[in-house]
């Protein structure tokens, strides 16, 4: 069993950045692909990035590609997702999730482990 808890989100203004951070417990926190998903009111659930067990393999959305960069650093059990040139779109709840499946995973419904989230406001 693996369990998430995300920090680092906040309020910035329009081009300024943020890096979220994703603690997880558990040993086998490396066999896991894990992925970084947002869902803001109204709306549903979107992967924003994805990376594979080692680090090698990633995925973004169009929507943030060239702006954000998800790493994995797996002796110390994080995931993060460095967010650039923030835009008010991006506002909302940022949640990290575990898949079982060790490459790059996209698909919200293979992920079993979700942490609480943490919201994202993005300022004009």
């Known amino acids: 069993q693996v369990q998430l808890v995300e920090s680092g989100g906040g309020l910035v203004q329009a081009g300024g950045s943020l890096r979220l951070s994703c603690a997880a417990s558990?040993?086998?926190?490396?066999?896991?692909?894990m992925g970084w998903f947002r869902q803001a009111p109204g709306k549903e659930r979107d992967i924003v990035a994805a990376?594979?067990?080692?680090?090698?393999?990633?995925y973004y959305a169009d929507s943030v590609k060239g702006r954000f960069t998800i790493s994995r650093d797996n002796p110390k059990n994080m995931v993060y997702l460095q967010m650039n040139m923030l835009k008010p779109e991006d506002t909302a709840v940022y949640y990290c999730?575990?898949?079982?499946?060790?490459?790059?995973?996209?698909?919200?419904?293979?992920?079993?482990?979700w942490g609480q989230g943490t919201q994202v406001t993005v300022s004009s």
């Open positions: 999730a575990a898949s079982p499946y060790v490459g790059v995973d996209a698909h919200a419904p293979r992920y079993n482990y």
């Open positions: 990376i594979n067990w080692n680090g090698g393999s990633t």
């Open positions: 558990g040993r086998t926190f490396s066999t896991y692909g």
